[in-house]
T-cell receptor
Framework: KNEVEQSPQNLTAQEGEFITINCSYSVGISALHWLQQHPGGGIVSLFMLSSGKKKHGRLIATINIQEKHSSLHITASHPRDSAVYICAVPSGGGADGLTFGKGTHLIIQP | DVKVTQSSRYLVKRTGEKVFLECVQDMDHENMFWYRQDPGLGLRLIYFSYDVKMKEKGDIPEGYSVSREKKERFSLILESASTNQTSMYLC???????????FGNGTRLTVT
């Protein structure tokens, strides 16, 4: 079964700062997911990537398959980016289940 | 836009009650999942289904069962609710294969 480690667990930063959240996993994968959860519960899929880099607005996700590592970056951070960011990878059991990291709780202060 | 709808946002039940959590998706997804989310433990898979009437146990199936009689609907059943099942329950769906997951808004269940 794949194991997922995210860091940091908590991050507080000032508006405008460049943010990096890291994710490492133990078993080779077909794709990695980055998810965002705002207070109140709803989870939104931000990225699914299997190689290289993807960009959506101020969010950038990168993955290094050889090193089994991914990063999520936020440029010019804003208080509305405050949320929990979760990394997920295939569990490795042959079906499409995912194993999730415990999440990074990000707070951006004005 | 994909919509995954969970029947209740908040639910309060008594110990020993049978509890039904319903989830409906409108995108013809094959996969449907039930997760629970607890502070410090993250999201954990209870059960998933990849087709009608098919189900597979996840990491923490004890005390739960599921039903998928139609492709769009996946129900989670707590046979006899206990206080340690107080949690946020999230339903998700996706197409087969490495495809994005779509989540419902969650049901916060409190068992007293």
């Amino acid at each position: 079964k794949n194991e997922v480690e995210q860091s940091p667990q908590n991050l507080t930063a000032q508006e405008g700062e460049f943010i990096t959240i890291n994710c490492s996993y133990s078993v080779g994968i077909s794709a990695l997911h980055w998810l965002q959860q705002h207070p109140g519960g709803g989870i939104v899929s931000l990225f699914m990537l299997s190689s290289g880099k993807k960009k959506h607005g101020r969010l950038i996700a990168t993955i290094n398959i050889q090193e089994k590592h991914s990063s999520l970056h936020i440029t010019a951070s804003h208080p509305r980016d405050s949320a929990v960011y979760i990394c997920a990878v295939p569990s490795g059991g042959g079906a499409d289940g995912l194993t999730f990291g415990k999440g990074t709780h990000l707070i951006i202060q004005p | 836009d994909v919509k995954v709808t969970q029947s209740s946002r908040y639910l309060v039940k008594r110990t020993g009650e049978k509890v039904f959590l319903e989830c409906v998706q409108d995108m013809d997804h094959e996969n449907m999942f039930w997760y629970r989310q607890d502070p410090g433990l993250g999201l954990r898979l209870i059960y998933f289904s990849y087709d009608v009437k098919m189900k597979e146990k996840g990491d923490i199936p004890e005390g739960y069962s599921v039903s998928r009689e139609k492709k769009e609907r996946f129900s989670l059943i707590l046979e006899s609710a206990s206080t340690n099942q107080t949690s946020m329950y999230l339903c998700a769906s996706s197409f087969i294969g490495p495809r994005p997951l779509h989540f419902g808004n969650g049901t916060r269940l409190t068992v007293t």
